[in-house]
Nanobody
């Protein structure tokens, strides 16, 4: 079982950048697909980006394409989300998730707050 732990959230101005990290101690981390989701106040949780176990395949929500980049370093058991050109509507709690394949996530982190001021 993988237990993701997010870090790197914070407050940033619109147009700025922020990087999130998600680490897991599980030795089989490299076999899991990883994803980032977010939930804004009063809204449902939504998919942001996903990456397969090797890092070759990635997926993005249309709302973040061209601005966010997901990547992973299996040697460090860590997945990253680089967020550029941030907008106030990107404000949300960001969650990291792990699963057996892209699009299927079973294990969730506790979340990290990202706030983008206008």
């Amino acid at each position: 079982q993988v237990q993701p732990v997010e870090s790197g959230g914070g407050l940033v101005q619109a147009g700025g950048s922020l990087g999130l990290s998600c680490a897991a101690s599980e030795r089989t981390f490299s076999t899991y697909a990883m994803g980032w989701f977010r939930q804004a106040p009063g809204k449902e949780r939504e998919f942001v980006a996903g990456i397969n176990w090797s890092g070759v395949s990635t997926q993005y929500a249309d709302s973040v394409k061209g601005r966010f980049t997901i990547s992973r370093d299996n040697a460090k058991n860590t997945v990253y989300l680089q967020m550029n050109s941030l907008k106030p509507e990107d404000t949300a709690v960001y969650y990291c998730a792990a699963g057996v394949q892209l699009g299927v996530y079973q294990y969730w982190g506790q979340g990290t707050q990202v706030t983008v001021s206008s």
